[in-house]
């Protein structure tokens, strides 16, 4: 079994049952795998939760960084697809919303890593791109705390409750079909409240 479609596995089920809730033998079981291959491959279930948040980070999260750095003579533009671009992100990486949601609630090590590793550089780069649209326009007053709130745990959230959209929401939104029409609009909206 290759190590990706472990990682793949181990990602969706810290993201589903949470760090406490998810052994290392229950992984194994459901991979089919001794449970000392993984101890022996990863290290211990700390080390298999970094690997496994490492990697999916690595693996997807390329185009959301990459805005950044697009587009270096026009920040409006760079905002706009940043945004789109996490708003695409969240909707094909739906499980994302579990960690950052069983994380985000508790002082741990774990949020530690996620912040100081991933979420604070992206912060930090947020922070110049906000300072450097507002020096060329109005934006309303939001921190970028409370705007990357509302990409991870609003648009995010929105694509992963796939089980309630589909008993609740519009049928376009039911129809997995259009999943770049909801992308657009939501990033518009946000974007919208952000820049008037």
């Given at each position: 079994?290759s190590?990706?479609?472990?990682?793949?596995?181990?990602?969706?089920?810290?993201?589903?049952?949470?760090?406490?809730?998810?052994?290392?033998?229950?992984?194994?079981?459901?991979?089919s795998?001794?449970?000392?291959?993984?101890?022996?491959r990863?290290?211990?279930?700390?080390?298999?939760?970094?690997r496994?948040?490492?990697?999916?980070?690595?693996?997807?999260?390329?185009p959301?960084?990459?805005a950044?750095?697009?587009?270096?003579?026009?920040?409006?533009?760079?905002?706009?697809?940043l945004?789109?671009?996490?708003?695409?992100?969240?909707?094909?990486?739906?499980?994302?919303?579990?960690?950052?949601?069983?994380?985000?609630?508790?002082?741990?090590?774990r949020?530690?890593?996620?912040?100081?590793?991933?979420?604070r550089?992206?912060?930090?780069?947020?922070?110049?791109?906000?300072?450097?649209?507002?020096?060329?326009?109005?934006?309303r007053?939001?921190?970028?705390?409370?705007?990357?709130?509302?990409?991870?745990?609003?648009?995010?959230?929105?694509?992963?409750?796939?089980?309630?959209?589909?008993?609740?929401?519009?049928?376009?939104?039911?129809?997995?079909r259009?999943?770049?029409?909801?992308?657009?609009?939501?990033?518009?909206?946000?974007?919208?409240?952000?820049?008037?």
């Open positions: 079994m190590e990706e479609r472990m990682l793949d596995h181990v990602f969706s089920a810290f993201a589903s049952l949470g760090y406490e809730g998810t052994t290392v033998r229950e992984i194994a079981k459901q991979l795998v001794s449970h000392n291959l993984l101890n022996v990863f290290g211990s279930k700390a080390d298999l939760w970094k496994a948040i490492d990697w999916r980070v690595a693996r997807f999260g390329g959301v960084f990459t950044f750095d697009e587009l270096p003579d026009d920040p409006e533009a760079r905002l706009r697809l945004v789109h671009r996490f708003c695409a992100w969240a909707a094909a990486n739906p499980d994302w919303v579990g960690i950052t949601h069983a994380e985000g609630r508790r002082a741990t090590w949020l530690d890593y996620i912040v100081e590793i991933y979420i550089p992206f912060k930090q780069r947020l922070d110049a791109l906000f300072a450097e649209v507002a020096a060329r326009r109005t934006m007053s939001l921190s970028t705390s409370a705007f990357m709130a509302l990409l991870v745990e609003g648009a995010g959230f929105y694509f992963a409750s796939r089980p309630l959209l589909d008993l609740i929401g519009e049928p376009d939104e039911r129809d997995g259009k999943v770049d029409d909801q992308v657009d609009r939501l990033a518009n909206f946000l974007l919208g409240g952000l820049l008037g």
